[in-house]
Nanobody, 117 residues
Framework: QVQLVESGGGLVQPGGSLRLSCAAS????????MAWYRQAPGKERELVAATTSGGSTDYADSVRGRFTISRDNAKNTLYLQMNSLKFEDTAVYYC???????????WGQGTQVTVSS
């Protein structure tokens, strides 16, 4: 299996920046893709950004141009650089590792991001 631990969340003012990290351990070689999701109070969990093992990336329209997903394979760590943060970016952010179906995907425990003045 793969274990994921997020960090880097916190309180930030509108327009500010944060960088989230997701450290992976375990069967790293089984990871096909990785992604960041978020869930705001009273809302469903939504995809924020994703990256494949080949390096391609994709973003939700709401964050494109403001957020950047990246992966440091040497450190087995996934990042999410978040700039120009807005009130509506407030949510718990989760890291996900996409694994072969027989393994089942792995999720981190989440990290809170609060954008407030």
């Amino acid at each position: 299996q793969v274990q994921l631990v997020e960090s880097g969340g916190g309180l930030v003012q509108p327009g500010g920046s944060l960088r989230l990290s997701c450290a992976a351990s375990g069967r790293i070689s089984s990871i096909n893709a990785m992604a960041w999701y978020r869930q705001a109070p009273g809302k469903e969990r939504e995809l924020v950004a994703a990256t494949t093992s080949g390096g391609s990336t994709d973003y939700a329209d709401s964050v494109r141009g403001r957020f950047t997903i990246s992966r440091d394979n040497a450190k087995n760590t996934l990042y999410l650089q978040m700039n120009s943060l807005k009130f509506e970016d407030t949510a718990v952010y989760y890291c996900k590792a996409v694994l072969p179906r027989w393994m089942g995907d792995s999720w981190g425990q989440g990290t809170q991001v609060t954008v407030s003045s």
